[in-house]
Structures are given as C-alpha cells and as structure tokens.
C-alpha cells in the first residue's frame, strides 16, 4: 500500500467528516428555527417555518429557477467586467507605479459610493433591462479584485526580479512569467469572495427595477408581507453563493497544483 494513496484516503476522510459535520449544523439550526416558531406561535408574516418555505417552493418550482436564472447570469457577466477591470488595472499600476495612488484614490471613491444610490440612477439612465445589473454587480466585485491582484502583482522580491533582469527578460515577459504566477492564490482569494457578492449585488440592482429575477421574487414578496416566497428566494440565493464559492475553491485547486 503506497503512502500517497494512504494519503490520499485520509484527506478523503477528512473532507467527508468535514461535510458530514456542515450538514448536521445546518440541520441541527433549521430544526431549532422550526421548533422555535411551533413552540412560540410565530405569525407566517412574522417568521415562516423552514417546512413552509420549502412548501412554498416545491409549490412552484419553475418561478424560482427561471428567477434563478436571471440573476445568475447578471451576476456571472457583472463579475467578469469587475473581475478583468480589476486585473487590468492592476497590471497598469504594477507597470506604472507613480499612477497607483491616484487610481487608488478613484477605485477607494467608488468603493464608498453607496450602491443603492447609484441603482436607480443607472436603471434611469439605461432602463430595466440587464445592463445596470451588470454594472453595479461590476462596481461591487471590482475593487476587491483590484486590491488582491494588485498586492499579488507587487509581492514579487527583489532577488526574483533581478534574476529575471539577470537572464535580460523583458517588463512583460517579467510579468507573464513571475509576477502573473504568484498574483494567482491573490486572484483566487479574491473571486472567493466576489463570487457570492456578485449574487448579492445583482439582487440589489434588481430592487430598483426588473421584470425578472430573485431580486424581482423578494421585492414583490416583501411589498405583499408574503414572506414565504421571500425567504424561499433569500434560501435559493444562499445555496447558490454557496456553490459559487465551492465552484471557486474547486478551480483554484485545479490550477494551482504546484502550491500543493
């Protein structure tokens, strides 16, 4: 028996206590949240039971998962312009540091914008249709990866650097063969959390304005006090940023196998 498949079957066993554990937690919390609203009576405008937003959800499976959809793909085209405006930019400062505390100083005023003052602005600007989900989900996840990639970018050492100058590698080729690798882990570090934000900040966009969507679902839910549909679209929400992290963690182990 060889010591990496030994290896191998013990990291499997580790990983499978480790969701074994999850799934008893999160049951163990619906099953107190359950018993909590029987045992003090809890309205259904106030608090649904978790067994009554899963009814209401099985009651109209489609509604959710075409709402789902929706959002899904604002936050997914939301989160590849904030994540390449990121690296972009990020790659400009590297290459031109007498910019970075200007450009900083803009990407730090963006991020303090609130975005729920500029939704509505964009949905007047460009409608209710896709495109202003797909900036503010931008604005949300871009200055996240613009900080990670920018320090991952910077964290090459000196030595590395003149080894490179040592063998005549050119700004770009420095780029491409030092610094693009060891600003990965930062890149990924970042899309873990952009990912689920990316969710989050379409929903907002919604708010303002849609004709579809979970953000659409919770907002129509919540101006008729029927907070069974809204807390079944905060649940679907949920399990999606979930697996939008897991889906992260997943590629990053992927392609970064030589930090292994």
Same mark, same amino acid.
């Given at each position: 028996?060889?010591?990496?498949?030994?290896?191998?079957?013990?990291? =499997?066993?580790?990983?499978? =206590?480790?969701?074994?554990?999850?799934?008893?937690?999160? !049951?163990?919390?619906?099953?107190?949240?359950?018993?909590?609203?029987?045992?003090?009576?809890? #309205?259904?405008?106030?608090? #649904?039971?978790?067994?009554?937003?899963?009814?209401?959800?099985?009651?109209?499976?489609?509604?959710?998962?075409?709402?789902?959809?929706?959002?899904?793909?604002?936050?997914? *085209?939301?989160? !590849?312009?904030?994540?390449?405006?990121?690296? &972009?930019?990020?790659?400009?400062?590297?290459?031109?540091?007498?910019?970075?505390?200007?450009?900083?100083?803009?990407?730090?005023?963006?991020?303090?914008?609130?975005?729920?003052?500029?939704?509505?602005?964009?949905?007047?600007?460009?409608?209710?249709?896709?495109?202003?989900?797909?900036?503010?989900?931008?604005?949300?996840?871009?200055?996240?990866?613009?900080?990670?990639? &920018?320090?991952? &970018?910077?964290?090459?050492?000196?030595?590395?650097?003149?080894?490179?100058? &040592?063998?005549?590698?050119?700004?770009?080729?420095?780029?491409?063969?030092? =610094?693009?690798?060891?600003?990965?882990?930062?890149?990924?570090?970042?899309?873990?959390?952009?990912?689920?934000?990316?969710?989050? *900040?379409?929903?907002?966009?919604?708010?303002?304005?849609?004709?579809?969507?979970?953000?659409?679902?919770?907002?129509?839910?919540?101006?008729?006090?029927?907070?069974?549909?809204?807390?079944?679209?905060?649940?679907?929400?949920?399990?999606?940023?979930? !697996?939008?992290? *897991?889906?992260?963690?997943?590629?990053?182990?992927? !392609?970064?196998?030589?930090?292994?």
């Amino acid at each position: 028996m060889s010591t990496d498949w030994v290896e191998h079957r013990e990291a =499997r066993w580790v990983n499978a =206590r480790a969701y074994a554990l999850a799934v008893i937690v999160v !049951c163990a919390a619906m099953g107190a949240w359950e018993a909590f609203v029987h045992w003090r009576e809890v #309205p259904v405008y106030l608090l #649904p039971a978790p067994s009554r937003i899963a009814q209401t959800f099985w009651a109209q499976p489609s509604y959710y998962l075409q709402a789902l959809t929706v959002t899904l793909g604002e936050a997914i *085209g939301g989160l !590849c312009v904030g994540a390449a405006a990121g690296i &972009l930019i990020a790659v400009l400062v590297t290459l031109y540091p007498q910019f970075e505390r200007g450009v900083m100083t803009l990407a730090i005023l963006v991020k303090s914008t609130p975005l729920a003052a500029i939704a509505p602005l964009l949905t007047i600007w460009f409608g209710f249709g896709v495109l202003p989900k797909v900036i503010i989900t931008a604005l949300l996840t871009f200055f996240p990866t613009l900080v990670n990639v &920018l320090v991952g &970018l910077q964290s090459a050492e000196r030595p590395l650097r003149d080894l490179m100058r &040592l063998y005549q590698a050119t700004t770009w080729q420095e780029m491409i063969h030092l =610094r693009a690798w060891l600003a990965l882990p930062y890149l990924f570090a970042a899309l873990r959390i952009t990912a689920p934000l990316a969710l989050v *900040g379409a929903v907002i966009a919604e708010w303002t304005g849609a004709s579809s969507g979970l953000g659409r679902v919770m907002w129509l839910a919540y101006s008729n006090l029927n907070l069974p549909p809204m807390f079944a679209a905060i649940f679907i929400l949920s399990l999606s940023g979930i !697996c939008a992290y *897991g889906l992260i963690v997943w590629l990053e182990r992927r !392609c970064l196998r030589w930090k292994a």
